[in-house]
């Protein structure tokens, strides 16, 4: 299946409209995280949801497993965590007198990956071998991951307490990072009046399938990106490497992963082709987790040095 | 931790109201010199091929000085980045241009060494000078002052306008243009002395212009292309003179000779004329009139004791001989006006002056640039020459009866201060002379017949072996010798009349000429013929007969003593010998070397009057040109890119709006998006605009990003016209007067670099192939 028709694009659309209300439904007023994860499910990414405690990342995650109909697993990362708790082990069977493989929390089609930062660097790079192999082994046996296959992991702001920052190269591997930010006034109200009484996600149902999502992914990977695009993609990418307020540019990877996620919006917008300013939109989500300034680690300061480069470098 | 407001997807990053300073910018920039060095040298090249038309050099250097300054100011003021982004750089070169014209035109007009008006008017009438040289000249010609003045001015004026061309707007090939321009002058005047290395030089001068653009940047593909223009510019060079209309040649007309002056005089050198051993035929006429007058070039009324000459006039460009002339001065109603026409073909005169007989109404057959001097009637040529002329002149023949001129009254001599002026140093025996002869005239008409019957009597001679001239002395001469011809016959009577408060002026053509057929004639060039015209109330300017023999025809019947109430022609002779007797013998004057001196005199006051202000309104017409010039090459920019096939409307209608925004003295960011321009773009318009935009968007979207453009859905030439003209009201609507003046005037969009969609389209299409495999 190589073209990509206009029914193709407003089926997805449809898919993509449906999901997004129904975990609207879920979060208040956080369309914008609700749509980032959604385009880093679609375009086959996983993500990573940096904020202070309690403001939803958990829901979040488990509103996105249920309306795919996927199955929903969740890990939550200690510091006494060992891989064999996230990837599964081989127990003797003593009746059949063979090893037999007990799948980990990981083997799941979205993952929460809870507080990541909490684990050691060791369970911490199972996990992340996980995600960028989509598969995990285990005593010599490769267990492929069910597909689509998602992580949505979350973090706390590195300076809190007992936290194991995540390195940059592991880093690199989420396609986007996003924070949910505290509800506004009124949905923080709706929320006391509504959560207190009963579980928001006790209402939310498979709106889709975990087929359609897979064969979306397929068709979208189709959607054109022209010369002067990807020119435009590559001279964004320079600009994070050549800025003197950053020590770390952007990888390659960030390249193809800021694309296939443009792909998605491209046909989230009705398009079958990017244009920058599908790029744009994007640019500082997928970007800004993966450069590192030289007056410090900091999201923010990432974020708005990366809104800089977008305001300087010319559109093709 | 709230999250960032420039993470939301619904508003993308809003860049800084301040361009990014990182901006590209032009390559050229890197050396603004280079530009300057190609027009200065482009331009010494083309006055090389000016040299074809001078003998000498000395017209160079000044025109050099003038080349380098011009080019050397440029270069310094185009490296102030000020200067060079708002194009000024033109209007100090302007500046200087004329204060340095003025030291090496007329520096002895300015003794404080201080700019003046009166060095501005000494330098205008040198190029009033210069315009005569050039009538008065065949190649290879001395450079005279004049000359060197319309050189150093006009060449100036192309060098300023080739290096604003190519050192602000980036056209090097409207420049080239105005290299033609100095290409045309060399070949009109000079064409037969034209050679190769004349040619090469031009050519060469055009192909550096056409490279200009490309010595900094040194790009193969590009310069190759300008060399292909260039050579195609010479193929035009080469062509156009053959397209021009052929230039009129003078033949028999040796260089250097007096008779060059001729425009300016033609009573000067009848002498000559007359003397012509050759009768070339001049022109042949037809007409019915039974009188036969003489066909007239013009009257000349000055007379300062030396030299006749005509009295200057304002030349009134609107005074259009075709469109008719007015009734003679003084006419009354009942004086007898015949309406009459006369056919003339010209065969071989070149002058300045239409012949015609007296009066004329309405010229047929002549170009527009043939005007009248309302007081004379004469028929001038404001720039063009009677060669091979071929019209019809209706005039009307005053004919008045012996009578009506006796009843004359005399004349208020207020009115008639030049057609009565004799200078002081005019000898008396003139006026005792004509005292004599008219005593016992009872009136003008009588003491004018008695004049002219005297100079026809016996006691005169006509001979050609008389000098040249009219003077005072001349005049003394030929009343004691009794020996001249038309010009001193002509000369007395009218000096006579002029001592007795007749007004009188000599009226110089030809006589009627030899009859070939019925009322056909033909007139030679030793038909010329000088005769004096007097002024008699209620019959305006009448023509008398003085001459006795050579060409000259009858007296006209008014003129003939019968006609009149009493025969007076015994008494003409009455006084014959007076003047010779008071005059004692005086040595042989023959001052025929004294004509250049006062024909130079009249050159100078004509030119003066006539020249001065034709150059006036040239370089104001030339300074509104200039001025006009970068708004001229927008509205051509704007129409090349809102006109074309739909791709290249796409992307032109948004470098279009880019440049309009650009004008307004918005930054254009680079950096945006279509969508975003768009958006920002879009509040400002009414809901029909807002639509057009939003096509325009999705167009140039498809174009750049998509499979490409759908022909149906990009605005048409009309409707992208719209488009822009509602984005440029929005912007004015926010401007000041001052601003809004600029914007038209002087766009910037001409002098900074506008985001070329074009670029983006071509390299897509080379690119598509790619995009397939890479998908």
Redesign the interface.
């Known amino acids: 299946m190589t073209a990509l028709g206009n029914d193709h694009i407003t089926h997805i659309q449809a898919i993509a409209q449906k999901s997004r209300s129904a975990m609207n439904s879920v979060l208040d007023g956080k369309d914008?995280a609700v749509?980032t994860a959604l385009i880093t499910l679609f375009s086959g990414g996983h993500l990573l949801l940096e904020?202070?405690p309690g403001v939803g990342k958990t829901l979040l995650a488990k509103a996105l497993g249920r309306v795919v109909g996927g199955s929903v697993r969740r890990i939550q990362f200690t510091p006494d965590l060992l891989p064999s708790d996230v990837v599964g082990v081989s127990i003797f069977n003593q009746e059949k007198r063979t090893f037999e493989f007990r799948a980990g929390p990981v083997f799941a089609n979205v993952v929460i990956a809870d507080e990541i930062n909490r684990a050691s660097p060791k369970t911490q790079s199972a996990m992340l071998e996980c995600m960028a192999e989509n598969q995990a082994s285990v005593d010599g046996t490769t267990y492929r991951m069910p597909q689509p296959f998602m992580v949505v992991a979350t973090q706390n702001?590195v300076d809190m307490e007992g936290t194991y920052s995540l390195p940059e190269a592991q880093r690199d591997r989420f396609t986007a990072r996003?924070?949910?930010?505290?509800p506004s006034t009124e949905a923080e109200m709706d929320m006391l009046d509504h959560h207190v009484e009963y579980d928001p996600l006790s209402r939310t149902a498979a709106v889709t399938t975990l087929d359609e999502v897979t064969q979306a992914r397929e068709l979208i990977?189709?959607?054109?990106?022209?010369?002067?695009?990807?020119a435009y993609v590559v001279s964004l990418l320079d600009a994070t490497r050549s800025d003197p307020a950053i020590a770390l540019g952007s990888s390659p990877r960030a390249g193809v992963q800021l694309l296939r996620t443009a792909k998605v919006l491209a046909v989230l917008a009705g398009?079958?082709?990017?244009?920058?300013?599908d790029i744009?939109?994007l640019a500082?989500?997928v970007l800004s987790h993966r450069i590192v300034p030289r007056e410090g680690d900091d999201p923010?300061l990432a974020?708005?040095l990366m809104?800089d480069i977008?305001?300087?470098?010319?559109?093709? | 931790m709230s999250a960032d407001p420039t993470l939301t997807h619904s508003a993308p990053p809003q860049p800084d109201p301040q361009p990014a300073s990182g901006a590209p910018t032009d390559r050229a920039d890197a050396a603004p010199w280079i530009p300057a060095i190609a027009t200065g040298l482009a331009m010494v090249l083309a006055t090389l091929s000016v040299s074809a038309v001078f003998a000498d050099w000395s017209w160079w250097t000044p025109t050099l000085v003038m080349i380098l300054l011009v080019v050397g100011s440029g270069a310094l003021l185009r490296a102030v980045p000020v200067i060079r982004a708002t194009g000024s750089a033109v209007l100090v070169q302007c500046v200087l241009a004329v204060v340095a014209a003025l030291y090496l035109c007329v520096p002895s007009a300015m003794p404080l060494g201080v700019p003046s008006p009166a060095a501005f008017w000494e330098l205008f009438s040198m190029l009033g000078d210069g315009v005569n040289d050039i009538y008065a000249t065949t190649a290879p010609a001395q450079s005279t002052p004049g000359f060197t003045a319309i050189l150093v001015v006009g060449i100036g004026l192309i060098t300023i306008l080739v290096d604003g061309l190519v050192s602000d707007l980036r056209s090097p090939k409207v420049g080239g243009i105005l290299l033609l321009l100095i290409w045309v002058i060399p070949v009109v005047l000079a064409g037969p002395q034209l050679a190769w290395y004349h040619f090469a030089a031009i050519g060469c001068a055009f192909v550096v212009l056409m490279l200009s653009r490309y010595l900094a940047v040194r790009v193969r593909r590009a310069a190759a292309f300008s060399v292909v223009a260039g050579a195609l510019a010479l193929v035009l060079g080469v062509g156009l003179p053959l397209l021009l209309p052929p230039v009129a040649q003078r033949p028999q007309q040796p260089l250097g000779t007096p008779q060059d002056i001729t425009v300016v005089n033609p009573f000067l050198d009848l002498h000559a004329d007359l003397d012509a051993s050759d009768d070339q035929l001049v022109f042949s006429y037809t007409t019915d009139d039974p009188l036969a007058p003489p066909l007239r070039l013009t009257s000349v009324t000055a007379f300062d004791g030396t030299t006749w000459m005509p009295e200057p006039f304002d030349i009134d460009p609107f005074a259009v001989a075709a469109d008719g002339l007015p009734r003679p001065d003084g006419v009354a109603a009942d004086t007898s006006v015949v309406e009459r026409t006369a056919q003339i073909s010209i065969q071989d005169l070149d002058e300045q002056h239409l012949p015609a007989p007296y009066a004329p109404a309405a010229v047929d057959g002549v170009e527009r640039r043939w005007i009248y001097d309302p007081s004379t009637l004469t028929i001038v040529g404001n720039g063009v020459l009677s060669t091979d002329a071929d019209y019809t002149v209706e005039y009307r023949s005053v004919e008045p009866t012996a009578g009506q001129l006796a009843e004359a009254s005399p004349v208020d001599a207020d009115d008639f201060e030049t057609a009565l002026a004799l200078p002081a140093d005019v000898p008396d025996v003139i006026g005792e002379t004509a005292e004599q002869v008219t005593a016992g005239s009872e009136n003008q008409w009588e003491s004018a017949v008695a004049l002219q019957d005297w100079l026809r009597s016996d006691e005169f001679e006509y001979s050609l072996d008389a000098p040249a001239d009219a003077s005072g002395s001349a005049l003394e001469d030929f009343l004691r010798d009794k020996r001249g011809y038309c010009v001193q016959f002509s000369g007395a009577m009218t000096a006579m009349a002029r001592s007795l408060g007749i007004p009188a002026r000599i009226g110089v053509g030809f006589t009627a000429g030899t009859p070939t057929g019925e009322d056909s004639y033909d007139v030679r060039l030793n038909q010329a013929h000088a005769w004096p015209e007097l002024y008699f109330e209620g019959s305006g300017w009448v023509r008398f007969e003085p001459t006795p023999g050579g060409p000259a025809g009858d007296p006209p019947p008014w003129a003939d003593a019968e006609g009149g109430d009493q025969g007076d022609s015994e008494e003409t002779e009455s006084p014959t010998d007076a003047p010779s007797n008071e005059e004692p013998e005086a040595g042989e004057e023959s001052p025929p070397a004294e004509t250049p001196a006062p024909e130079a005199a009249d050159d100078e006051q004509t030119s003066a009057s006539s020249s001065a202000w034709p150059a006036v309104v040239g370089g104001v017409v030339l300074l509104v040109l200039l001025a006009a010039l970068p708004a001229v090459i927008r509205i051509f920019r704007r129409r090349s890119r809102l006109t074309g096939d739909a791709e290249h409307r796409a992307e032109g209608i948004w470098e279009e709006i880019a440049a309009t925004t650009i004008d307004a003295g918005r930054p254009w960011e680079r950096s945006r998006t279509l969508r975003d321009h768009e958006q920002r773009l879009s509040p400002a318009l009414d809901e029909d605009g807002t639509a057009l935009l939003a096509r325009a968007a999705d167009a140039a979207e498809s174009l750049r990003y998509g499979a490409g453009v759908d022909a149906t859905t990009v605005p048409s030439t009309e409707e992208a016209i719209h488009l822009v003209a509602r984005i440029r009201r929005a912007h004015t609507e926010e401007m000041g007067v001052g601003a809004r003046l600029r914007a038209a005037v002087l766009p910037l969009s001409l002098f900074r670099r506008v985001p070329r969609g074009r670029e983006v389209a071509r390299k897509r299409m080379s690119g598509s192939t790619e995009s397939q495999t890479k998908a």
């Open positions: 914008h749509r904020d202070v702001p996003i924070s949910i930010g505290y990977r189709h959607v054109e990106a022209s010369p002067e695009l990807r398009r079958g082709y990017v244009t920058p300013d744009q939109a500082v989500d923010q974020a708005s809104g977008l305001r300087r470098v010319p559109v093709r």
